[in-house]
Nanobody, 126 residues
Framework: VQLQACGGGLVQAGGSLRLSCAAY????????TGWFRQAPGKEHEFVAAISWGGRTTYYADSVKGRFTISRDMAKNAVYLQMNSLKPEDTAVYYCAADTSRPFTIATTDSADFGSWGQGTQFTVSS
């Protein structure tokens, strides 16, 4: 499955933004999907994940209550709605699918995600 993330840009602190991850491949709907990010000079980190059916979600503590992950089965897409953005949210964001384990709930470990999008950058200005 191929993934393409988009929606990055520049936003002021306190603002909102929605990232989209479009998938190409009929089996995408059977995979748990997640968002990860990498800020300059920092390690890759988990942001959010959603189960294949969309009923279970997981969030990093740093984004809990501000970010919402969702998926649209009909559009073969996963979204990350980000509210109350902070400068420390600035990063390149990647979507990924757990393609080795269909029909799983979700995982927060990047090693479990076999397919990755190219990443989309956004910056939160203070």
């Amino acid at each position: 499955v191929q993934l393409q993330a988009c929606g990055g840009g520049l936003v002021q602190a306190g603002g909102s933004l929605r990232l989209s991850c479009a998938a190409y491949g009929r089996t995408f709907r059977t995979y748990a999907t997640g968002w990860f990010r990498q800020a300059p000079g920092k390690e890759h980190e988990f942001v959010a994940a959603i189960s294949w059916g969309g009923r279970t979600t997981y969030y990093a503590d740093s984004v809990k209550g501000r970010f919402t992950i969702s998926r649209d089965m009909a559009k073969n897409a996963v979204y990350l709605q980000m509210n109350s953005l902070k400068p420390e949210d600035t990063a390149v964001y990647y979507c990924a699918a757990d393609t080795s384990r269909p029909f799983t709930i979700a995982t927060t470990d990047s090693a479990d995600f076999g397919s990755w999008g190219q990443g989309t950058q956004f910056t939160v200005s203070s």
